[in-house]
Nanobody
Framework: VQLQASGGGLVQAGGSLRLSCAAS????????TGWFRQAPGKEREFVAV???????LYVDSVKGRATISRDNAKNTVYLQMNNLSPEDTAVYYC????????????????WGQGTLVTVSS
């Protein structure tokens, strides 16, 4: 499966963005799909995941501010991020897994190219 992330950009603190991850080659609903982010000088970290059945999990730092969702008809997974802060500045990656993946980078088989989110204070 090929993944294409989009939707990043420059936003002021307190603003919102919706990131999209479009899949081609396979039906997205067959995979667990996660969002990760990597800030400059830091390791890639888990943000959110949606399972095949639609269950979701979030890292504590985005709980209440982020919503991951999937549109099977469009073969796209979204990450809605609200009340953004400069600490959310990072390259955001979507990833897909055939395993019972949750928060580990190594559990994911396919990765998109990343989309940059910059939050100004």
């Amino acid at each position: 499966v090929q993944l294409q992330a989009s939707g990043g950009g420059l936003v002021q603190a307190g603003g919102s963005l919706r990131l999209s991850c479009a899949a081609s080659g396979q039906t997205f609903s067959r995979y667990r799909t996660g969002w990760f982010r990597q800030a400059p000088g830091k390791e890639r970290e888990f943000v959110a995941v949606i399972t095949r059945s639609g269950n979701t999990l979030y890292v504590d730092s985005v709980k209440g501010r982020a919503t991951i969702s999937r549109d099977n008809a469009k073969n796209t997974v979204y990450l809605q991020m609200n009340n953004l802060s400069p600490e959310d500045t990072a390259v955001y990656y979507c990833a897909a897994s055939t395993k019972f993946a949750t928060t580990l980078v190594t559990d994911y088989d396919y990765w998109g190219q990343g989309t940059l989110v910059t939050v100004s204070s």
